[in-house]
Antibody, heavy 119, light 110 residues
């Protein structure tokens, strides 16, 4: 069974850093792009980052570019999101999601991990 | 990149059909066939319902269908059932190389 499990969320002060992880199982991890998507409380979804299968290609929206860094360890089937200079508006549930080959869609999602940025 | 525009809420009675719209621009929805729709029940992770405008993943009911005309994509749900009550989010790849989501639509089954 294909499964994604996020970890690493928590409470952090503004300006602080946090590293999220996502453990993948049940599929050939290195063959798929992986993504982070977040959802602020009571709000819609927001795409945060994408990394290609090899890890060489990464993509970000303007809202997090320069502060967040996505990476993957294909030997451990693990996806990471390093978040620096965190702001209150980064408070959200962060989901990792598996991409579909040849599409910009996400067919498997983790249960999410909550990040709260507050003093 | 601006979010796509969805109605805040749509409702229908059991058995009826409803349609949810997702309006973007010529730089996203209108630029390519990369529109997706996700269903999300409260406190749960999103579930992919439609990808590449019209394709249904294995296991998704054929009561769900997608379409696109110009800069607006649509998700239709026929034979509305109680379990269809959820939030629905659209997304589109954009020519800038980014991915944009809509604000989400709450579907209520009356």
């Amino acid at each position: 069974e294909v499964h994604l499990l996020e970890s690493g969320g928590g409470l952090v002060q503004p300006g602080g850093s946090l590293r999220l992880s996502c453990a993948a199982s049940g599929f050939t991890f290195r063959s798929y792009a992986m993504n982070w998507v977040r959802q602020a409380p009571g709000k819609g979804l927001e795409w945060v980052s994408t990394v290609g299968g090899s890890g060489a290609d990464t993509y970000y929206p303007d809202s997090v570019r320069g502060r967040f860094s996505i990476s993957r360890d294909n030997s451990k089937n693990t996806l990471h999101l390093q978040m620096n200079t965190l702001r209150a508006e980064d408070t959200a549930v962060y989901f990792c999601a598996k991409g579909i080959v040849g599409s910009h869609s996400f067919d498997v999602w983790g249960q999410g991990t909550m990040v709260t940025v507050s003093s | 990149q601006s979010a796509l525009t969805q109605p805040a809420s749509v409702s229908g009675s059991p058995g009826q059909s409803i349609t949810i719209s997702c309006t973007g621009t010529s730089s996203d929805v209108g630029a390519c066939n990369s529109v997706s729709w996700y269903q999300q029940h409260p406190g749960k992770a999103p579930k992919l319902m439609i990808y590449d405008v019209t394709d249904r993943p294995s296991g998704v009911s054929d009561r769900f269908s997608g379409s696109k005309s110009g800069n607006t994509a649509s998700l239709a749900i026929s034979g509305l059932q109680a379990e269809d009550e959820a939030d629905y989010h659209c997304s589109s790849f954009a020519s800038s190389g980014t991915l944009v989501f809509g604000g989400g639509t709450k579907v209520t089954v009356l």
